[in-house]
Structures are given as C-alpha cells and as structure tokens.
C-alpha cells in the first residue's frame, strides 16, 4: 500500500507541476528560466517545448551523475518522458487554444502557475521516486555546497537563466519572479505534504 501512495504522490506532483509550468509559460510575462530555455530550443531549433524537456534533462541526468558522484539514474529516463509528454499535452491539447488578451489576467494566470508549481514539486519530492534532472540538479547543488532547498533551487535558476538568455529564450520579469520564488514555495509547501506522506505510507521521506 505504501508503494502505492508513493506512486500517487509521483505521478499527481507531475502532472500539477507540469500544469503549472505550462500556464507560467501561456501568462507570456517570462517564463521560468530551464522553462524558457526550452521554448527558446523550441523556437530556434524546431522540435516541441516537452521534447526539449526529454533532450535538456538526459543531459542534465550526466551532470547530476557527476555531482552526486554515482551512475546516472536510468529510471530517472522514465521521469523525463513524463515530465516532457505532460508538459506537450497541457500545451498543445488542454491550453493551445487559451488566449490571455490582458495583463491583468495574464499576471493571474502567471500567479497561479508558480503557486502551483511549488505545490506539485513539494508533492512529487515526498515519493523518492527518480527526480526531474532539474530537482536532482538542485539536490546535487544542496549535497555539495550545503545549502538548503530554497538557495539551491535559486542557484540553479540562475545557471538556467544565463543558457535560456543565450538561445533567446523568453525571459521577462516573470522570469525573475520565478528563479527567486520556486524555492520558498517549496520550502513552504514541503512539510505540508511531508506530514501528509508521513500520515498515509507511515514511513519519512528523508
């Protein structure tokens, strides 16, 4: 039964995450930076936003191997196929066809989708279940210089900001929003849901 909640957690953390992302990229106010990277990859080379998450986060999986000092995860492949197909479905299926005409509403719509992606993330981290490379980049960054969530999540914005500037990526204030406000999200919600997978596996997720 804990596998099973487990899983739950992965899978529902994904898909709100996923949702988040891609309504922070719909709000056209700038996205967050790996997300921008990747519509920028998307806009200059060709292929799909969630196919550049596949691309992207394969080549994350070998630097996070190195960070971590261990073999890339292969599972974590599973993960970034997901992470991708998701993000193409809420694009190009549920919101390709949403049209956010004014600011004010395009900065809702943009509020909520940080929120929401701070929620997903705080849940999916609870399963242990091979990251997205980008949570195992920030893991990695906590692991080697002893910082805590919400500063490696920001350092690892940061690097992504300076790559998504490169391929013209769409970068806004939105971007800066979100590079410095992903982390206190999730060092808010974690405990929440932390509490919650502790209640229903009976087992801690450190």
Do not use: C
């Amino acid at each position: 039964m804990a596998l099973f909640y487990r899983f739950l957690f992965f899978l529902i953390g994904l898909i709100i995450l996923t949702f988040g992302v891609s309504l922070s990229i719909k709000a056209d106010l700038g996205a967050g930076a790996w997300d921008a990277l990747n519509v920028g990859l998307s806009q200059t080379i060709g292929l799909t936003i969630g196919s550049w998450v596949i691309i992207v986060g394969i080549i994350l999986m070998l630097i996070n191997a190195l960070l971590h000092k261990k073999r890339p995860e292969i599972l974590a492949i599973f993960t970034v196929f997901l992470t991708g197909f998701m993000v193409d479905f809420w694009m190009l299926v549920v919101l390709e066809a949403w049209e956010l005409e004014t600011l004010a509403l395009r900065s809702i719509v943009f509020i909520i989708g940080v929120a929401i992606i701070g929620i997903g993330a705080a849940i999916y981290l609870q399963a242990k279940f091979p990251l997205i490379p980008i949570d195992n980049f920030m893991m990695g960054i906590k692991l080697r210089l002893g910082v805590n969530l919400m500063v490696a999540k920001t350092i690892g914005e940061l690097i992504a900001l300076v790559f998504a500037l490169m391929v013209k990526g769409p970068v806004g204030l939105g971007t800066l929003v979100i590079t410095f406000a992903i982390g206190p999200f999730i060092q808010v919600f974690f405990p929440i849901f932390e509490k919650l997978y502790v209640k229903w596996t009976g087992s801690y997720t450190k």
